[in-house]
């Protein structure tokens, strides 16, 4: 055996132990990674704008029930899971503005299965969704929500029931703007801002991706590609964002996160000063948003 | 344990928190996807959400090794036995979480093909709605077990004082029931 021959035999076993190690090159490029758990108790993933929670009956400005009983509702319901009943409103002190209002409603949050077509039907925006979606039951009883639970508090909030994981500022994005249709069928309908005013937060900033004047600082829309780029594989990130292009974009999506963190601070702080004012003068709360 | 037979005086009642937590950090589920809540039901067990921080992260497809069956899924007729059987297979203390509206209610599925409620099969713990729950639905009802397993009694009752703002008088000879803060059956 020449010298060259024992050369190229100890040359491939040294490439073949460190073939063994390039097997992990995957592992050690995920321990680089930045982490994807999220603790859950302590936070939570930011939700879409979209998303389909639990409902809430609204109210109008003045305090009077948006709800008319008129059971389209229930009527469209797939999953059978609301039951309403209307009752003419007493004449000396009604309850809604229309004739009759909903005497009895209740949903079955074991049969709902969000679909939000009971928005959709709904033509007098009462039955919105919220966002929140933690919540369980350790008895049958629990998930039937009544109007008492379901009708917003006195402050335009829904209410907050103890088995329901509500954060602070999570009741903001309840309202009719999670309606992809508009309340009269118009197939023109773009989002605009024409929704009924509710208590507490007034009228709402128009509906992300509907309408080309969306406010997404308003709105809490957000694109989930941008929060999803950094765990990207390198070949899974789209072309024009990577290099010199994709840095520019980036710093351009970071500076639009800040200026929308920075807002959302600014109003936060604006919505309790106004809360603060409203408690001393004893009106009802304007959402500045 | 057999902890139960014990005259409960402070040593066993020290002992007895102690095995709390240990059971409440340690419950293992048994595998029963049958739908798409399966699906979310993974997720909570991928690195996402994570369960192992619970202590839960082992999935065993073998029921005596179990603590919790997952019902995630709508349950057919023809599931019902099977389900039993592997409830029954477990080993005390067990738990079960009716996971998404077709295990607990059936859901949209109003037919003859499918269970309306898990509960009719196997005693509930505790449900999560949704269609599908989200994987926060589904640790909500994990630490709602867990809070559960704690106290060894049912949390989180529902207030049950008749609301103050009582029903509009009518004179059309139509009694308007009285509200109450909850009701099961449809009224007459």
């Known amino acids: 055996m020449t010298l060259v021959d024992q050369v190229t035999r100890v040359g491939a076993q040294v490439r073949s132990q460190l073939r063994f190690f390039l097997g992990f090159k995957l592992t050690f490029e995920h321990l680089g990674r930045p982490r994807v758990t999220r603790q859950y108790p302590d936070e939570k993933r930011p939700k879409p704008p979209r998303l389909h929670g639990r409902h809430v009956l609204g109210r109008y400005e003045d305090g009077m029930e948006k709800c008319i009983g008129c059971e389209l509702c229930a009527g469209v319901c797939p999953a059978d899971c609301i039951y309403v009943r209307g009752l003419d409103n007493p004449p000396d002190h009604p309850v809604s503005p229309g004739e009759r209002y909903g005497y009895v409603y209740e949903i079955n949050y074991l049969r709902c299965i969000h679909c939000d077509l009971c928005v959709e039907a709904c033509p007098t925006e009462a039955i919105t969704e919220s966002k929140l979606f933690e919540f369980s039951f350790t008895n049958r009883a629990d998930a039937i929500y009544t109007k008492n639970e379901l009708l917003v508090g006195d402050d335009g909030r829904p209410k907050q029931l103890p088995w329901e994981d509500w954060r602070p500022g999570e009741d903001r994005f309840t309202s009719g703007w999670m309606r992809a249709t508009s309340p009269s069928g118009s197939a023109a309908y773009e989002g605009l801002v024409q929704w009924s005013g509710d208590l507490g937060y007034g009228i709402r900033a128009p509906e992300g991706g509907q309408s080309g004047r969306r406010d997404d600082e308003a709105t809490g829309n957000f694109l989930l590609r941008d929060s999803l780029e950094a765990h990207l594989l390198a070949e899974d990130i789209p072309f024009e964002h990577r290099g010199v292009r994709g840095k520019l974009w980036r710093a351009r999506m970071a500076a639009r996160r800040r200026k929308a963190r920075a807002a959302a601070r600014a109003r936060q702080r604006a919505r309790e000063r106004a809360g603060r004012a409203a408690e001393e003068t004893g009106q009802p709360r304007r959402d500045v948003a | ?188």
């Open chain 2, 1 to 188: 344990m057999g902890l139960e037979d014990l005259q409960h005086n402070f040593l066993t009642g020290r002992l007895e928190d102690l095995v709390k937590w240990a059971r409440r950090n340690s419950v293992w589920p048994a595998t029963f996807g049958l739908a798409c809540c399966a699906i979310e039901m993974m997720s909570v067990g991928a690195a996402d959400f994570d369960i192992s921080r619970l202590g839960m992260e082992v999935f065993r497809a073998s029921p005596r090794q179990a603590d919790l069956m997952i019902v995630a899924g709508r349950v057919s007729q023809k599931m019902a036995p099977v389900l039993r059987q592997v409830y029954d297979q477990m080993m005390e203390p067990k738990w079960v979480i009716s996971m998404g509206v077709c295990a607990s209610t059936g859901g949209m599925f109003n037919n003859y093909a499918i269970v309306q409620g898990v509960d009719q099969i196997v005693p509930v713990d505790v449900y999560a709605p949704g269609c599908p729950p989200s994987p926060e639905t589904l640790l909500h009802a994990i630490l709602t077990l867990h809070e559960k397993i704690r106290t060894g009694e049912l949390t989180r009752r529902r207030r049950t004082e008749v609301p103050s703002d009582a029903a509009p008088e009518t004179d059309n000879g139509w009694v308007p029931e009285p509200r109450h803060p909850l009701r099961v059956s449809t009224p007459l």
